[in-house]
């Protein structure tokens, strides 16, 4: 207990420096936790609890981001889904272990932190040292968020694991026997409803920034009441004692039941609606609370933090700018080094890292071609171009002075930029430059032999279109910058994803391998320009872990379920009325010009500045046609074939939407998961994981039978819905008389498929 405390209580906590002052002590005793101030800092080291997702990438996007449709992890096997790293003895089993942190590679994680939880609330209730027994209110506000700390990592391992152990008491030491039988997610989920529900009649309407409030109850509670509602008609794939028979081929879908309250949805409602009527009220604004501008919630800047603290962020993840990253916890804050591809080559006139297009460390993971085209229309949706990095101006580090500067001009002889050819330039001069009024540009004309790119110009431009858009190739070559299409056409041939930093000649197909360089758009959500140095991968800036647009949808998806689609429909539009391009507001340049629809746009908006000439929300307001399953809108939306009624594609429709709002931040896998739709939306959606043939278009240039040939890569299946349980655990486990587990039982405890 003491090893674990001391591992987890450097602590804290947001960019309001006031929360909590920690200080080290040489020797911290039992005794010490049992006093008023090491017991107020054994509860903030809880606050590690909602921290997790977004520290090491192993247990947040490892996690949160494979076996979802929309986002690929850039490792073959991973990404596929190998058996060989999809086992309990694999990296699926080793990283579960991390999560669950029970007593295994190491103290941290899940069931340690839920101990120091525990034994909080036991000193609270045996000890109350000080205030905590002068003072009955502060005493409930302190377990309060003890309960909210516990039930969210419980939420998060029922998440990834369905049913686990419910420990309500602390650990003092190692187990003298290893029993820990599973509790069924019904009693994980009416243990958890039960004490968030506590925690929302104790918690403030405000707090110190970071600290748990009312509203961030209140929107958990109306997931939780949704999620167990989802559940509720796989009750039939549980056993009659409400055990799970790894046999049936439904097993997976019986541990998504959670159990059934009789008006989960009333209550789902009843909860989304109070967290919303507040933050409309007291926010107010035509977005009802919404940030008016939906780039002003990732918006960072060196020595800027401030969209930390915009109004719509209902609970944090409480992480500062510190020079010593265990100030963030054991690993820190990576999250920022997990979306940001390798964007920098002198080709491009960007020869080094620089602070504003970050840093990418480890275990990198980029968007599946889905989670670009579930963007159904990029011109006018203003979400696409701002969750991810689709242009790369030129750029340089200054090593003297650690400050970015615009990159080199054309004509010095240090630039190393693309050259143009003959035809490049002909073709430039003649269709592009007559209206090319960049100002960086300059006018200038191409000049064969000469660098296409100079100071302030574009470098590095991602273009996804589809096979039907796809660019001839002569006029991708012939852009006053590197562009990548996804698709591109050839004297009657149509090539996907060619490569090569200059001249589109590589093909790469669809295969993925580790650390290497793919050429796709990154998220650019979490790009941290506040790193310590330009090459260091921890970063600086908070994560919002729930944010009212989420409110939103969450109670669209209840007034659906209800057959309320009016409703639910306002809402939706509360959330697309935010996402329009607003009048006078600049879509990028490969957006405005080369982007599939920028045609139907206005000559103006076609030229720099490229400015909207209206509110682009009447192009994107959303009504009942969007999931008829007939309609143009409809069928852009592109629904699996199993969502063969109006209320299945519905609900596809509002985790389309949640894909388009909630791009890498780790939102999505919680939602399809316990919707239950999640194994159809990979196997449709995500080609690299799905073992679907056909479904997507064919290219003429697969090599060696590799590559875009419309068929699936992977090997996602039912199995793959839950994580297994590692391997080395299982081993550890004994019955109640502390025999080691038979083969039999293992097997039932292990995940179904494992």
Not at 292 to 320: H, Q, V
Not at 637 to 664: D, G, M, Q, V, W
Request: aromatic share 14%; net charge negative.
């Amino acid at each position: 207990m003491k090893k674990n405390i001391l591992l987890s209580i450097i602590l804290l906590l947001s960019s309001c420096h006031d929360f909590l002052e920690e200080k080290m002590v040489s020797t911290i005793t039992q005794d010490y936790f049992e006093s008023e101030r090491g017991l107020e800092e054994l509860i903030v080291s809880t606050y590690n609890a909602l921290r997790w997702k977004y520290g090491y990438n192993q247990e947040g996007p490892f996690a949160f981001e494979t076996g979802i449709d929309i986002s690929d992890p850039q490792n073959s096997a991973r990404a596929t889904f190998d058996p060989s790293a999809w086992s309990a003895a694999g990296v699926a089993g080793q990283y579960t272990n991390n999560l669950l942190g029970y007593y295994l590679a190491q103290l941290l994680g899940g069931y340690p932190l839920i101990s120091d939880c525990n034994k909080a609330l036991e000193i609270i209730a045996t000890k109350a040292p000080g205030r905590f027994a002068s003072d009955a209110d502060y005493a409930n506000l302190r377990i309060s968020e003890l309960y909210f700390n516990r039930a969210w990592f419980y939420y998060m391992m029922t998440t990834l694991l369905g049913d686990v152990p419910l420990q309500l008491r602390s650990e003092k030491s190692l187990p003298s026997t290893f029993y820990y039988p599973k509790a069924t997610s019904e009693e994980i989920y009416r243990q958890i409803i039960g004490d968030v529900r506590f925690a929302h009649e104790h918690l403030p309407l405000s707090a110190e920034h970071g600290r748990l409030t009312r509203w961030a109850a209140a929107h958990f509670l109306a997931k939780l009441y949704l999620y167990r509602a989802q559940g509720k008609e796989y009750k039939q794939y549980r056993e009659p004692d409400g055990s799970i028979n790894p046999d049936n081929p439904n097993a997976y879908l019986g541990l998504l039941y959670k159990g059934e309250g009789a008006s989960d949805l009333d209550s789902a409602l009843f909860f989304a609606s109070e967290v919303i009527d507040h933050f409309s009220t007291s926010n107010g604004g035509v977005y009802g609370g919404l940030a008016p501008n939906y780039w002003d919630l990732f918006r960072i800047a060196k020595g800027d933090w401030s969209n930390e603290m915009n109004t719509e962020i209902i609970l944090p993840a409480s992480y500062i700018a510190t020079a010593n990253m265990e100030d963030n916890g054991r690993y820190g804050m990576r999250t920022d080094a997990a979306f940001t591809i390798q964007y920098y080559d002198a080709i491009w006139n960007i020869p080094a890292r620089t602070w504003a297009y970050g840093v990418s460390k480890g275990d990198l993971f980029l968007a599946s071609d889905w989670g670009y085209d579930v963007f159904t229309d990029k011109i006018n949706d203003s979400r696409f171009e701002k969750s991810f990095q689709i242009e790369y101006v030129s750029a340089s580090f200054d090593n003297a002075t650690l400050t970015d500067g615009d990159g080199l001009a054309f004509d010095e002889p240090a630039n190393k930029s693309l050259t143009w050819t003959a035809s490049e330039a002909d073709y430039f001069n003649e269709n592009i430059l007559p209206d090319y009024e960049r100002l960086s540009w300059g006018k200038r004309r191409a000049v064969a032999g000469q660098h296409k790119i100079g100071k302030g110009d574009l470098g590095l431009v991602f273009l996804e279109n589809s096979r039907e858009t796809a660019i001839d190739k002569a006029e991708a070559l012939a852009q006053p910058f590197v562009l990548y299409p996804r698709w591109i056409k050839d004297n009657g041939n149509y090539y996907y994803r060619k490569t090569g930093k200059d001249r589109l000649q590589s093909d790469i197909g669809l295969l993925l391998t580790f650390g290497a360089t793919n050429f796709r758009p990154s998220s650019r959500k979490f790009i941290d320009p506040n790193r310590t140095t330009v090459d260091n991968h921890f970063g600086s800036r908070d994560v919002a872990i729930f944010r009212l647009a989420e409110t939103y949808l969450i109670r669209a998806e209840i007034y659906g379920r209800q057959g309320n689609f009016a409703q639910a429909v306002n809402d939706i539009n509360v959330v697309r009325a935010r996402a329009a391009y607003k009048q006078g507001e600049q879509r990028a340049e490969v957006i405005a010009r080369l982007y599939p629809g920028a045609e139907k746009l206005a000559d103006t908006e076609r030229k720099y500045p490229y400015s909207s000439a209206t509110d682009t929300y009447e192009q994107i307001k959303v009504d009942a046609s969007y999931w008829d399953g007939a309609s143009e809108k409809s069928q852009r939306e592109n629904y699996p074939p199993e969502a063969n009624t109006e209320l299945k594609r519905f609900i596809h429709f509002i985790y389309n939407e949640t894909a388009r709002e909630f791009s890498t931040e780790q939102v999505l896998y919680d939602g399809i998961h316990h919707a239950g739709i999640q194994l159809e939306r990979v196997q449709h959606y995500n080609q690299i994981a799905s073992p679907r043939q056909g479904g997507w278009p064919s290219a003429d240039n697969p090599v060696n039978g590799n590559g875009q040939n419309g068929n699936g890569k992977g090997v996602f299946s039912s199995t793959n819905t839950f994580k297994p349980f590692p391997q080395t655990f299982i081993e550890l486990l004994t019955d109640e008389n502390n025999q080691p587990l038979t083969e039999a039982a293992k097997k039932k405890y292990q995940n179904p498929g494992y």
